[in-house]
């Protein structure tokens, strides 16, 4: 339960800043902007989860 709650705090996190990103590009190029931020939005659903595994692996002595 402990992993999954990690990953809703980085999935959310991963996401305001896929949003910035996305929202930044579109000042330069509004047509690249969909692509960044989807590219970004799910690269964040893996690294989250790499990121929670991490966080609560056992410690080992």
Known sequence: MQI???YIVFVL???VGSYAIGRT???WSP???LPVFLACFFLVFWLAW???MRVTRPKVA
């Open 4 to 6: 999954l709650s990690f």
């Open 13 to 15: 996190l991963g996401d």
């Open 25 to 27: 590009v579109e000042q």
């Open 50 to 52: 790499l990121l929670a």
């Open 31 to 33: 047509a690249a902007s």
